[in-house]
């Protein structure tokens, strides 16, 4: 079964401060995603990687970047965290094969910047 | 630009009632058509798709939706409601990119009465 690990489910962090959230997937996934999920407002794109050290810029990067310098492992950072960006950040991967494949989304992370 | 509505926030069903979640999309071309569910605490589950063919879908735990073009419509059904089933739904929607970037709708949240 695939497994999709985001390393906090809560987060409390201060204005200002940097703010790291890592993701990592077991099935060997080409495609990696980040959303952030707000009420009434759905799921929104941040950034997604279709390879190592690739990225793209979703709906919503401003505010945010990424890291991929392993296939397995996502990363999403706050440069500069804003109450703003308070939120529910959900992971996703995919293989790249077809659209066959579905998203597999881990539990995610709830950020609350104070 | 494609988009996703769904015109419910919220639809309180009987447990053992029919269900139907409504999604309307946005997309020039023949879109590809997902449904996915989040439990509370979880991440997002895949319930079922459509990319062609035949245009009643069968998806997981009794689900199954259906395509109709000339309404750009692909509504979420299911015929005996279980209080398991109390949760969000996601409708999406992808394009052809060959990355699955989905857009999402806002999503509808059931509530199953006893």
């Known amino acids: 079964d695939v497994k999709v690990t985001q390393s906090s489910r809560y987060l409390v962090k201060r204005t200002g401060e940097k703010v790291f959230l890592e993701c990592v997937q077991d099935?060997?996934?080409?495609?990696m995603f980040w959303y952030r999920q707000d009420p009434g407002l759905g799921l929104r794109l941040i950034y997604f990687?279709?390879?190592?050290?690739?990225?793209e810029k979703g709906d919503i990067p401003e505010g945010y970047s990424v890291s991929r310098e392993k296939k397995e492992r996502f990363s999403l950072i706050l440069e500069s965290a804003s109450t703003n960006q308070t939120s529910m950040y959900l992971c996703?991967?995919?293989?790249?094969?077809?659209?066959?494949?579905?998203?597999?989304f881990g539990n995610g992370t709830r950020l609350t910047v104070t | 630009a494609q988009s996703v509505t769904q015109p419910d926030i919220h639809i309180t069903v009987s447990e053992g009632a029919s269900l139907e979640l409504r999604c309307n999309y946005s997309?020039?071309?023949?879109?590809?058509l997902f449904w996915y569910v989040q439990s509370p605490g979880q991440g997002l589950q895949l319930l079922l798709k459509?990319?062609?063919?035949?245009?009643l879908v069968q998806g997981i735990k009794g689900f199954e939706a259906e395509f109709k073009r000339s309404q750009s419509s692909f509504n979420l059904r299911k015929p005996s409601v279980h209080w398991s089933d109390a949760a969000e739904y996601f409708c999406?929607?992808?394009?052809?990119?060959?990355?699955?970037?989905?857009?999402f709708g806002t999503g509808t949240r059931l509530l199953v009465s006893p």
């Open positions: 459509y990319f062609s063919g035949d245009t």
């Open positions: 996703a991967s995919s293989r790249a094969s077809s659209y066959n494949s579905p998203l597999h």
């Open positions: 999406a929607v992808a394009t052809n990119t060959g990355f699955q970037k989905l857009v």
């Open positions: 997309y020039g071309a023949t879109p590809y």
């Open positions: 990687s279709y390879d190592v050290k690739m990225k």
């Open positions: 099935m060997d996934h080409e495609n």
